[in-house]
Every structure is written in C-alpha cells, then in structure tokens.
C-alpha cells in the first residue's frame, strides 16, 4: 500500500514537472516569436525610413540608388538573406547619416532624427530578442525537454549575425 502511494506519488510528480517544463517552454517560445515579430517590425520601419530618405532633396543621386536598393533588399529579403540584407542597409544608412546631415533641410533633419530614435529602438529590441533565444536555447537544452520531446516540432530559435551589427 505505501510503495503503491509512493509510486502514485512520484509518477504526478513527475507529470506536474514535465508539465511545468513544456509551458515555461511554450512561454519561452511565445516570447522568442513577440521579440521578433516586435523587431521585425522596427526593422521594416527603418527600411520605410530609408526610402523616405532616399527620396528627399537632401540626396544625391548615387547615395539615393544605394539606399533604395539596400532598403528595398532588406524589406524583401528571405530568412537566409536577411542578415546580409539588413547589414547592407546599416551600412548605406551609416554613411547616410555620416554625410547626409551637412546639407539636411528641415523635413529632411527630422527624418534623420526619426532613424536616429528609431535606431536605438532596434537596438533595445535586438537585446531583448537576443536574450529570449539564449533563454529558450538554454532550457531546450535539459535532458528532461530532450528525453520527452517537449520542444515538439517547433524549430530551435537562432539569431541573425546583423544582430550583432552595430545598427
């Protein structure tokens, strides 16, 4: 009787452990899936930014088809393309804004203040979504999450290397 109740006893044990690993799991890739979806957005954002810019009289014509064709790669890239893309983009933005706000009008001063916020935005975004993959790469190592095959079908989370750009 009391080898049964221990039995009983450590089998829902092991059930409320299990179960509590596979949601701290679903959660921790819910927040993988809202920091990208929250950092994708801001990069879109950026990109729009940069054919505004690209579009202004503060442009000139070879800098202007520079970052249109950065800007439209980026908004267009694929997931393997993605971080080449984005860096191509920082870097025309960089020069952009090195060169660009010399003769920058009125409109055009308040774009670059735009980008400038808006790029330290996706700096935080990029911390917080680097944090939330190291996070859920970590757990999903366990051997528990492993063994019983927690994880299901969803993909490990990865980072992308414009991630550790400078922005």
């Known amino acids: 009787m009391k080898t049964t109740l221990a039995i009983a006893l450590l089998v829902l044990t092991m059930l409320w452990y299990l179960s509590f690993l596979a949601t701290r799991l679903d959660r921790l890739h819910h927040r993988v899936e809202t920091s990208w979806a929250n950092l994708d957005g801001l990069l879109q954002r950026r990109a729009a930014i940069a054919l505004e810019i690209a579009r202004s009289e503060s442009c000139d014509p070879a800098s202007s088809l520079l970052l249109t064709s950065a800007a439209y790669q980026a908004r267009e890239a694929t997931v393997q393309e993605r971080s080449s893309a984005e860096m191509a983009l920082s870097g025309a933005l960089g020069l952009l ?27 935080v975004a990029i911390a917080i979504h680097t944090d939330a993959v190291s996070s859920t790469q970590m757990v999903r190592k366990k051997s528990a999450i492993r063994f019983f095959r927690l994880a299901g079908t969803a993909p490990l989370p990865v980072t992308y290397e414009f991630e550790f750009d400078a922005l």
Not at 106 to 122: M, P, T
Request: charged share 20%.
């Open 97 to 123: 804004m090195i060169h660009g706000h010399m003769h920058a009008g009125g409109a055009e001063q308040s774009l670059f203040d735009e980008l400038r916020l808006l790029i330290a935005k996706i700096q």
